[in-house]
């Protein structure tokens, strides 16, 4: 008997388990699993690494790639993952937006089941290949998958119906007839209890997706859900879409009622330490197909209209603009980090990247990204590329500061928090313990390392970031100032510095000149001297400024000596504002 099981999971890799996926899907019982949130290769990842299954990765609105999908060549195809209206288990006609790939594969499990009622005699093979020919090619945008990944994830959107064309810039829904479709979704769970229960719903929506996937008309299904002790509920639901004519770059969200699985959250379980409940889980799922009447397609009933009205939410189209990053964690608490529509201090929607999930700066709108572990990230402008041994920025100038201003688009902030890391070459001072009784200015150059400040009519200090021959316990003055273990480092520190800084060395008191010190980084928070309390703070920085600014955020990357007697090359510019 036609038959798909739909998982969405994922953990590291398990051979027991990817044994038994290989085994079922040799007995011709298609699997479709997630390819992870973990923005990896999903080559890592069990079950999504099993050759034979069919797994897939996550689309955002706006045709793009959600963010932390995994990619690679594990992955098959692609199907809508961000914002995908579920069922809560709160109560039976609650619903909540899930992201995520646990959204994407029961679409995917869907088109399976339509392809098997079309040709029940497909194999698990002959349905990949099908999906992967009908599948809408080189129309989603890689810019948020992980680079690395880029050119060996198939750009392959998920599209059910093989008579409609896929357009290399658009998607254009035309069709207004009725279709079904019919989904499974299945969470790993404790529960000792077993019980069968025949369920059937029919559900009347009307959906409206950037990423869309064109269903053809299929019958209603009528399937026995079952719960075991290691399944916590197998939730067949039947809904009926009537797509109407949209295209891309407005997505609506899907607007539908849809059946409460009763089995709680729907994101993605790690199945580690889990791995023989999950195989009998499997085995007994596969059993099924065996029992008679499990799974029988009947006339549909009359549909059931249900209507609803999901007022449209701030920050996802520019004539519904957020009020900041900070109102979309609070409004959406389950929405994705990315780009929004945000509002200016001029009162005009603008866009900005929102960090939603990353705790450090969770509501804030990121200024800088920077990381050049990644091949095709570029210095920004400002700084020079060094390519060995490590990729990083230096400075434009052989002696003094180079700069790099990173905007705002005019969103007005209070507070800037963020992450810089370098290393150390030849022999950085620090702060210069030989002009110690002057009185500095942010606008002179006191500091071998970096210095960040906005412009407030004048430029006001945020962070600097101090790179030293030294932080512990050495007899000349060039270490970290926070040592306090020699009387020449006894000079106070810039006034507008205060405590507002990072010092660290990669060295430990030896250096020789046209060296770069790979093995310590500078201002991780990592391998800080037993008396420093400059160096140990943490990689990351939080700073509440004195008033409200939208100006840019200055990086000077400075040195008072020529670049091979002294240098901080930076790896990583994170930074975010709020």
């Given at each position: 008997r036609p038959s798909v099981i739909s998982m969405s999971l994922g953990g590291s890799y398990s051979r027991t388990v990817d044994n038994?996926?290989?085994?079922?899907?040799?007995?011709?019982?298609?699997?479709?699993?997630?390819?992870?949130?973990?923005?990896?290769?999903?080559?890592?990842?069990?079950?999504?690494?099993?050759?034979?299954?069919?797994?897939?990765?996550?689309?955002?609105?706006?045709?793009?790639?959600?963010?932390?999908?995994?990619?690679?060549?594990?992955?098959?195809?692609?199907?809508?993952?961000?914002?995908?209206?579920?069922?809560?288990?709160?109560?039976?006609?609650?619903?909540?937006?899930?992201?995520?790939?646990?959204?994407?594969?029961?679409?995917?499990?869907?088109?399976?089941?339509?392809?098997?009622?079309?040709?029940?005699?497909?194999?698990?093979?002959?349905?990949?290949?099908?999906l992967t020919e009908m599948c809408c090619r080189n129309i989603l945008d890689f810019t948020d998958l992980l680079p690395s990944l880029r050119s060996t994830t198939p750009n392959c959107l998920l599209n059910v119906n093989a008579a409609e064309l896929c357009s290399d810039t658009t998607i254009v829904l035309t069709s207004t007839e009725t279709a079904v479709s019919t989904f499974t979704t299945t969470s790993i769970s404790t529960k000792t209890s077993t019980r069968t229960t025949r369920l059937t719903s029919t559900i009347r929506t009307t959906e409206t997706s950037t990423s869309t996937t064109r269903i053809t008309s299929v019958q209603t299904s009528t399937i026995r859900s079952t719960v075991t002790s290691t399944i916590s509920s197998t939730t067949t639901l039947v809904k009926t879409v009537t797509p109407s004519p949209t295209s891309l770059p407005s997505p609506t969200p899907i607007c539908c009622e849809m059946l409460s699985s009763g089995s709680g959250s729907l994101e993605d379980d790690q199945i580690e330490n889990n791995d023989d409940s999950l195989v009998q889980g499997i085995k007994y799922i596969a059993e099924l197909v065996d029992v008679n009447e499990t799974f029988i397609f009947t006339d549909p009933p009359n549909a059931i209209q249900l209507t609803c009205n999901i007022p449209a939410r701030a920050g996802f189209d520019s004539s519904n603009p957020a009020a900041s990053c900070s109102s979309m964690v609070e409004d959406n608490p389950n929405t994705p980090s990315g780009e929004y529509w945000i509002t200016n201090?001029?009162?005009?929607?603008?866009?900005?990247?929102?960090?939603?999930?990353?705790?450090?700066?969770?509501?804030?709108?990121?200024?800088?990204?920077?990381?050049?572990?990644?091949?095709?990230?570029?210095?920004?402008?400002?700084?020079?590329?060094?390519?060995?041994?490590?990729?990083?920025?230096?400075?434009?100038?052989?002696?003094?500061?180079?700069?790099?201003?990173?905007?705002?688009?005019?969103?007005?902030?209070?507070?800037?928090?963020?992450?810089?890391?370098?290393?150390?070459?030849?022999?950085?001072?620090?702060?210069?313990?030989?002009?110690?009784?002057?009185?500095?200015?942010?606008?002179?150059?006191?500091?071998?390392?970096?210095?960040?400040?906005?412009?407030?009519?004048?430029?006001?200090?945020?962070?600097?970031?101090?790179?030293?021959?030294?932080?512990?316990?050495?007899?000349?003055?060039?270490?970290?100032?926070?040592?306090?273990?020699?009387?020449?480092?006894?000079?106070?520190?810039?006034?507008?510095?205060?405590?507002?800084?990072?010092?660290?060395?990669?060295?430990?008191?030896?250096?020789?000149?046209?060296?770069?010190?790979?093995?310590?980084?500078?201002?991780?928070?990592?391998?800080?001297?037993?008396?420093?309390?400059?160096?140990?703070?943490g990689e990351w920085f939080c700073k509440d400024l004195d008033i409200t600014t939208s100006s840019d955020v200055e990086l000077q990357l400075c040195g008072n000596e020529n670049r091979s007697n002294e240098d901080t090359p930076l790896e990583i510019i994170e930074l975010y504002v709020q």
């Open positions: 038994t996926l290989t085994s079922v899907i040799n007995d011709g019982i298609p699997i479709v699993a997630a390819a992870g949130n973990e923005r990896a290769d999903a080559c890592t990842r069990t079950p999504a690494s099993n050759n034979g299954v069919i797994t897939v990765g996550g689309s955002k609105n706006g045709g793009g790639m959600y963010y932390n999908t995994n990619g690679g060549s594990c992955v098959d195809i692609i199907a809508p993952g961000q914002f995908v209206l579920g069922a809560a288990h709160t109560c039976q006609d609650c619903t909540v937006y899930f992201t995520g790939t646990s959204m994407s594969t029961p679409l995917v499990s869907g088109a399976v089941a339509i392809l098997l009622q079309q040709q029940s005699s497909l194999t698990p093979a002959e349905i990949k290949r099908k201090s001029d009162g005009v929607a603008v866009k900005a990247f929102c960090e939603l999930e990353k705790e450090e700066a969770k509501g804030m709108m990121r200024v800088a990204n920077v990381d050049m572990r990644e091949t095709d990230s570029s210095c920004p402008s400002g700084l020079a590329l060094l390519t060995t041994p490590k990729r990083t920025c230096r400075r434009l100038s052989t002696t003094g500061c180079s700069s790099a201003f990173f905007g705002t688009t005019g969103i007005t902030y209070s507070k800037v928090c963020g992450r810089i890391r370098g290393y150390q070459y030849a022999s950085p001072n620090a702060f210069y313990w030989f002009q110690s009784n002057r009185d500095y200015t942010i606008d002179d150059l006191y500091v071998d390392g970096v210095v960040l400040s906005y412009s407030n009519n004048d430029r006001q200090h945020i962070w600097t970031f101090a790179a030293a021959i030294d932080e512990v316990k050495r007899g000349v003055p060039f270490a970290c100032q926070c040592t306090n273990t020699d009387d020449q480092l006894n000079f106070q520190l810039p006034s507008f510095v205060g405590n507002d800084y990072f010092c660290e060395t990669g060295t430990r008191g030896t250096f020789s000149y046209n060296t770069f010190y790979e093995d310590d980084p500078l201002w991780d928070g990592k391998g800080c001297g037993d008396v420093s309390t400059c160096c140990d703070k």
